[in-house]
């Protein structure tokens, strides 16, 4: 349930990072974000990344947390790179269709 | 200088990721089936069931060896851990006789202590051995070629972060049907995501041989390199036997004893000297499970009363580190959760290694003079990738394949388990050279997927425990483990419909769709 937990809340803190970059927030957002949103969403999505740790550090203590925590970082980044494949497949697809 | 660092480290990425990427591939691959070692043997070997108890197990251990081996010099035991059910012993025999195989000498045994009825298998074990040892090669040339490759594979690693300068701006992007962009960001997505974890395994990998391939510290300060191991791993010294026969004192207490020494951890391994003798002595060694680090420490006791002689000395701070890394690399510490995040970060490093050899062909495809008819070197590259990749899927499969449908009774079963694995990875290669290259990759990934599909169904023909009765049972295991087969099939089976789609040299303005190429086929 841990590991549930801090992969979502590491996919979190990577959403908000990706919404933080602009190439990203045009398929996230579906428009160009304002420079104090960006900002807030980058600062937001590192505090995420480091709550994942401070989580992992009380459930499994330091060592062992430290070791889950680049789990949790990389599952949840892939998470993320998975979520943004579907969306560009989801707009390509009703594109196709509003075309044809 | 006159190329700029970033071309130098390029043409390093390119070269020493290529020349031993097939190895690479080989290594990750293998490695991380092997953290998942002690369930394929037990999906090996349906026979076995059961979760037995360390402690009961031991004691049955030492029934077994004081009928089977009583006046060996040493015996060996290592008790089931919470993953695996079985045990295995090993035993020295007496100065005076001679020295039988390895066979003749070792034994698996069950939860009571008897010999195991179960198919000859070497399960996950060969997988975990053949990811540092090879096969068919002698152990010592195998670990320096290993040494050499994972070297590369850290040249590799630093070069490509500074090469790949899009790495972190193109941190989540994965485009699909962009020929070899894709390639390119697949690459990049599973390096960057994990690069702590490659990073990590492969400065660890190399720290779990150190001593090999650099030998110098210890030749300078040791009059050999048996006095160094003496001296680190506290070999307890040999005694001559007295001749005087006691009776050993239950192991149990003894292993209840060390636990209680080590805060409950459990005991991992049993090395008995001189059993039934005076001079009997017993050291556990802290099971490996229970913390990271790899070496845990151990405890002497008397044999024959069970009193406390020796506890290992607390190590110094390089041991203790080389004693840590090498538990991160093997893992043997996670727990289930962490050892999923161990296994998809290997399969990230898998997807890396091999996506950067298929890049290699891909980027020097549209530069090459005359495509139809490329030049021997990238001929050799593209069907060796061919063979590395989709060869060793193929390899795998029939190693679980041949698990399930070789005789039970045959002789020398688990070699030969161990070499269709090898004939059916020759088998592709050998398609590979002789087929056109534009079928040759989908043919290959084909029968990959073919015959990662039909371990499940062979399993449910062979065996009892099919999916469905897996699940009814709540034998996660078994049923992960079949599941795990579907999910490398579909894999496989979907690079194989990738593969089959008319190549582009140009990628298209805007990515066609996987299912407008079926429509339009």
């Known amino acids: ?100 | 200088m006159k190329e700029g660092l970033r071309q130098s480290m390029a043409w390093l990425h390119t070269w020493t990721g290529l020349l031993l990427g097939w190895l690479l591939f080989a290594m990750f691959a293998t490695g991380t089936a092997a953290y998942f070692q002690d369930e394929i043997t037990r999906w090996m070997q349906p026979e076995v069931t059961g979760r037995p108890d360390p402690v009961v197990a031991a004691e049955g251990a030492v029934r077994f060896l004081q009928t089977t081996a009583p006046d060996a010099k040493r015996w060996f035991i290592t008790p089931p851990n919470s993953r695996s059910a079985t045990t295995q012993v090993f035993w020295q025999p007496d100065g005076d006789r001679p020295r039988g195989s390895r066979r003749d000498t070792s034994a698996t045994l069950d939860g009571q202590g008897r010999k195991i009825e179960a198919r000859e298998t070497r399960g996950g074990t060969f997988l975990y051995r053949f990811h540092f040892d090879l096969h068919y090669l002698p152990v010592i040339w195998a670990r320096y070629l290993v040494g050499i490759a994972a070297m590369f594979m850290l040249v590799a690693i630093l070069s490509g972060v500074i090469t790949h300068k899009k790495i972190f701006a193109d941190f989540f992007m994965l485009r699909f049907g962009k020929g070899q962009r894709s390639w390119l960001d697949a690459h990049n997505v599973t390096a960057v995501l994990a690069l702590p974890f490659h990073l990590m395994i492969t400065f660890t990998g190399l720290v779990t041989l150190a001593t090999l391939y650099m030998p110098w510290g210890i030749a300078a300060n040791y009059a050999s390199p048996d006095s160094f191991f003496d001296t680190v791993f506290a070999q307890s010294e040999e005694v001559e036997r007295s001749g005087k026969p006691v009776p050993l004192a239950p192991v149990g207490a003894m292993m209840r004893t060390a636990s209680a020494e080590w805060h409950g951890a459990g005991v991992g391994f049993l090395s008995v000297s001189n059993p039934g003798d005076a001079t009997a002595t017993v050291s556990l060694t802290r099971a490996p499970e229970d913390a990271i680090g790899s070496r845990g420490p151990q405890l002497t006791l008397d044999g024959t009363t069970g009193r406390r002689l020796d506890a290992s000395v607390s190590k110094g701070a390089a041991l203790e580190t080389e004693s840590v890394m090498i538990g991160l690399h093997a893992g043997r510490f996670a727990e289930w959760g962490l050892r999923w995040l161990y296994f998809l970060s290997g399969v990230g490093g898998t997807i890396m290694v091999g996506s950067g050899l298929v890049l290699w062909t891909v980027k020097r495809r549209a530069r090459l003079p005359d495509p139809e008819r490329p030049h021997f070197g990238f001929r050799l590259v593209e069907r060796l990738n061919v063979a590395a990749i989709a060869g060793l899927g193929a390899g795998l499969a029939t190693y679980f394949l041949a698990n399930r449908l070789l005789p039970l009774r045959m002789e020398a079963r688990a070699d030969w388990e161990v070499h269709s694995l090898f004939i059916a990875w020759a088998a592709v290669l050998i398609w590979a050279l002789v087929r056109p290259a534009r079928r040759v990759w989908i043919e290959a990934l084909a029968l990959a997927a073919l015959l990662f599909a039909a371990v499940p169904f062979v399993n449910a023909l062979t065996t009892p425990r099919n999916l469905f009765a897996s699940f009814a049972a709540g034998d996660w295991l078994f049923a992960a483990f079949d599941a795990v087969m579907l999910l490398l099939a579909a894999g496989f089976g979907w690079a194989a419909r990738k593969a089959a789609r008319p190549r582009s040299v140009r990628a298209p303005r805007r990515a066609p769709q996987a299912s407008d190429t079926v429509a339009a086929a």
């Open chain 1, 1 to 100: 349930m841990i590991h549930f937990l801090a992969i979502t809340l590491a996919l979190c803190g990577f959403a908000l990072l990706a919404i933080s970059m602009p190439r990203h927030q045009a398929n996230m957002a579906g428009r160009k974000l304002a420079p104090v949103v960006t900002r807030r969403a980058r600062v937001g999505g590192y505090t995420l990344l480091l709550l994942v740790l401070v989580l992992d550090g009380f459930a499994f203590g330091a060592g062992y947390g430290a070791v889950a925590w680049f789990g949790h970082l990389s599952i949840g980044a892939w998470s993320v790179v998975a979520w943004l494949c579907i969306g560009v497949w989801r707009a390509d697809a009703a594109s196709t269709k509003s075309e044809s």
